[in-house]
């Protein structure tokens, strides 16, 4: 099968339960490697350069609970690409999270609570900000709203939409047409991929 | 009804750690609340010595072992250089010397503190180079994986695989009297238990999540180690190094009793035992008594520590603070003219839940509800609004500490305040209750049909595990799968088959189409009205509102928001014209409606507003009107 994910857009991919979404964002972001072909991104093949990835991509997971490490609060979780990257003073680091944090509408009293200490739609803002840090070109999400309620399924739809508004290309994985209907630019079913 | 009015405010569970209850004699009782009953569920006093007994566990070890290291310091110090003096040789246990003397004549209180000193350091050393060496080998292990983890987990199991006692023996015998030979001796051979803890525990967050997202953006081995795995196993390493160090202080004192370990010059407790074995024959017990006395306090109270560092993890919730409720009295008789009562009537019901920091959530604020025979309710809401804690109360399952007001009757009976047994009276057979969870609802390890037919027989009900799967839509050979092999669809029609089994009255389903898709989402719903259309209460407990657009089951719908209902009313009324803001942008939040995001978070329910109103939302996004 071939997909072609557009920079500045969400593209919604579907399919039923078990048809093979969850396998396809790892081979996609590179954490699995496919039994044959490619993944490219850019002209460029996704590779680790001294066994390091280069970032260019970013996955959103289903479950927020299991994406974030359960003994930092979120400002950490928050930072940690910055920290990763390694470039930027604690001053500057503190001013970018403090942003991020606002951006996506988490008040800065949750920042010091832990995952178990905040609900399932807050920790995945989270999870939106840590990814807005990490700022990858194309950011694939694995179910990213099916943890959520409907309150916090339409904000989290509308951060993503923003990121692609300034060029990220996001892949939207969604059982939910419905949703994919009412939020992606164009709709793709998994089924219709193979070639 | 002629029972006695229960007390009002008694938490829904008698939690002996809710001080006040528990301990409240009614003089205190009267003082916080004005309207008291006869207490029906008063706690009988020994059950508040549990607590006090519980810290005693934690703090008695530690107590312990500080008051053995003051001794082991202080006393050498306080008592300087000893000298021989053979005119004391061999006094009891006196006066002038507490715990008698040694046939050198010198005072056993004082050698027996030097002996624990010599013997701590040594087994402080070991411990610590041994759990260093282990966590180094683990990490490596966990972290580069493939042929060197391979390596260094064959090297660790055959070193555990030694005789310890053997090796020690042999190392020592080369080096007679070497310290730097006894602690490598220790050391050497104690570092693959806490291996293996430390490179189970890494490899369990390797394959996380947020280790492959921290790959992604760049991170590098190092980087993962240092800031997920190596936290996520020191705990355990830490709690290895302190069960090492009485391990290594018997170890120390075998070989030194063998005559292998330090000379009487700097005698370790084991030396001394050595050289009490003379003099125990002559009828001087107190020579062996002394330093085995130390050496076994000393080891039952770091064992003791290891138990409160292991098991003694904060996270037990205890509200202290003023206490959160109103005086508030639960209406008398029923308020509404209908001929046929509810099956659940809920009445300016308040639960407030104790956080650890000392505040209250204010999960129910003045709730009312009916739940009937026949009819289906969906009570909809935010995530954290609430809903599942007003679940959990039904059932008599509120977590323990919390407070509570109002008027629960179930099936005619007044069960605020009501005792465990009260509840478990009802559960299951008048209110069901499929939980959120799933297939966690079950034994991982057994197959699902024999766990149903458990509760149907614990139950005592005439009901088939064959007939229940039909009536929740499972194949037959369902029952022979393992919960894990259940998808989330079957899971959840499992759950639900479980709560029926005692053909309960009420069936509360606390999410049950929680990451379903809209298809099964649908299906669930579908098979819960069919229940409800059988004659039983169902109360669905949901945010997905659009599947209850899309399958209209409900009859009756009640918005939560920040613990309070603040809309109620016909199902298909409410999703069609919802009259108060937060239902509006509810539905309007919808994919079909639009997606509109409703504006910043919910209001925290430690500290909700008076008055609910989108007003007050907390936070802003960028996204509002996007």
Redesign the interface.
């Known amino acids: 099968m071939s997909l072609t994910v557009p920079p500045g857009r969400v593209l919604g991919l579907t399919g039923p339960s078990a048809s093979g979404k969850s396998s396809l964002a790892r081979i996609l972001t590179g954490l699995r490697p496919p039994e044959a072909g490619t993944v490219v991104v850019d002209d460029l093949p996704v590779s680790t350069r001294r066994g390091r990835m280069d970032g260019r991509l970013g996955l959103l997971h289903q479950s927020p609970g299991a994406a974030t490490d359960p003994r930092m609060p979120l400002r950490r979780i928050i930072a940690e690409p910055f920290a990763a990257r390694g470039r930027s003073r604690a001053a500057e680091t503190a001013d970018r999270t403090a942003e991020l944090a606002r951006r996506v509408g988490l008040t800065p009293d949750l920042l010091d609570r832990y995952p178990d200490q905040v609900s399932a739609g807050q920790l995945q803002r989270a999870c939106v900000a840590r990814a807005l840090a990490a700022a990858p070109a194309y950011l694939v999400c694995d179910e990213p709203t099916a943890m959520l309620d409907a309150a916090s399924t339409a904000t989290v739809a509308h951060l993503l939409s923003g990121l692609a508004a300034e060029g990220v290309g996001v892949l939207a994985i969604s059982h939910d047409h419905a949703l994919l209907r009412a939020w992606a630019d164009e709709v793709v079913d998994l089924g219709d991929l193979a070639d | 009804m002629s029972e006695p009015v229960p007390d009002p405010t008694s938490p829904t569970s008698s939690d002996p750690l809710d001080s006040q209850t528990a301990l409240g004699t009614p003089d205190t009782r009267d003082t916080h609340h004005a309207v008291t009953g006869p207490s029906a569920d008063a706690v009988p006093s020994p059950a508040v010595a549990r607590p006090r007994r519980r810290r005693a566990v934690r703090i008695l070890p530690a107590a312990t072992l500080a008051a053995l290291v003051a001794y082991a310091v202080l006393v050498p110090w306080w008592a300087g250089t000893q000298t021989a003096d053979f005119a004391r040789a061999l006094l009891p246990p006196g006066p002038g010397q507490w715990f008698g003397t040694d046939h050198s004549g010198y005072d056993l209180f004082v050698r027996s503190a030097e002996g624990l000193r010599v013997s701590l350091l040594v087994a402080l050393v070991c411990a610590v180079v041994a759990t260093v060496l282990g966590v180094a080998v683990g990490a490596v292990a966990a972290t580069a994986g493939g042929r060197v983890d391979r390596l260094l987990m064959r090297t660790t199991d055959g070193v555990n695989a030694l005789p310890h006692l053997l090796i020690g023996v042999v190392i020592v015998a080369l080096y007679p009297g070497s310290l730097p030979a006894i602690i490598a001796s220790i050391a050497l051979t104690h570092w693959p238990q806490i291996a293996r803890v430390v490179r189970a525990e890494m490899l369990s967050v390797r394959s ?3 280790v ?10 190092g ?1 993962v180690l240092g ?2 795995l190596l ?2 196993a020191l705990p355990q390493a830490l709690v290895g190094l302190v069960m090492l160090v009485p391990h290594a202080v018997w170890h120390e004192s075998t070989l030194s009793f063998l005559g292998l370990g330090l000379s009487p010059d700097e005698a370790s407790l084991g030396t001394l035992l050595e050289v009490a074995r003379g003099d125990v024959f002559t009828g001087a017990w107190w020579t062996l008594a002394a330093p085995a006395g130390v050496l076994v306090a000393t080891t039952l109270s770091v064992a003791g520590l290891t138990r409160a560092l292991d098991g003694g993890r904060p996270g037990r919730r205890r509200g202290r603070g003023p206490d959160p409720l109103p005086v508030t009295l639960p209406p008398d008789g029923d308020t509404s003219p209908d001929s046929v009562p509810p099956l659940v009537r809920v009445r300016s019901l308040t639960l407030r839940l104790p956080t650890d920091d000392g505040r209250w959530v204010h999960a129910a604020t003045e709730l009312d509800l009916d739940l009937r025979a026949g009819e289906l309710t969906a009570l909809v ?4 609004s609430g809903k599942s804690t007003l679940a959990s109360a039904l059932c008599g399952l509120s977590p323990a500490g919390t407070r509570s007001s109002g008027s629960v009757v179930v099936d005619g009976r007044e069960m605020s305040g009501a005792d465990e047994r009260a509840w478990r009276a009802l559960r299951g057979r008048t209110i069901g209750l499929a939980a959120q969870s799933g297939a966690g609802t079950f034994t991982p390890v057994r197959r699902v049909g024999p766990q149903i037919a458990e509760v149907v027989s614990a139950l005592g009900t005439e009901e088939t595990v064959p007939e229940l799967l039909e009536r929740v839509g499972l194949e037959a050979d369902a029952a022979e799968l393992f919960p894990h092999e259940l ?2 669809g079957m899971a959840v029609r499992a759950v639900t088959a479980a709560a029926l089994a005692g053909r309960p009255r009420g069936l509360l389903a606390d999410e049950p189409t ?2 379903l ?2 298809e ?1 989402a649908a299906q669930v719903l579908r098979l819960l009205r069919r229940v409800a259309d059988s004659g039983t209460a169902v109360l669905v407990i949901t ?4 599947a209850l657009e899309t399958t209209e089951v409900a009859d009756h719908m009640a918005v939560m928001y920040a613990g309070r209902i603040v809309e109620r009313g016909p199902a298909r009324r409410v999703l069609s014209e919802p009259e108060h803001p937060y239902s509006r ?2 539905t309007a ?4 409606h ?5 504006p ?2 919910p209001p ?1 329910l430690t500290d909700p507003p008076a008055d609910p109103s989108l007003t007050d939302r ?6 509002v009107g ?1």
């Open positions: 996380s999540e947020y492959e997202a921290a790959y992604l953006w760049g991170a590098s081995r980087q800031r997920h936290p996520a809401g935010e995530s954290g998808s989330g929680a990451g898709d809209p099964l945010h997905d509102l659009q942008a509810l939040a919808l994919p079909a639009g997606l509109h995001p409703l910043g978070m925290e907390t936070g802003a996004t960028d996204v996007g």
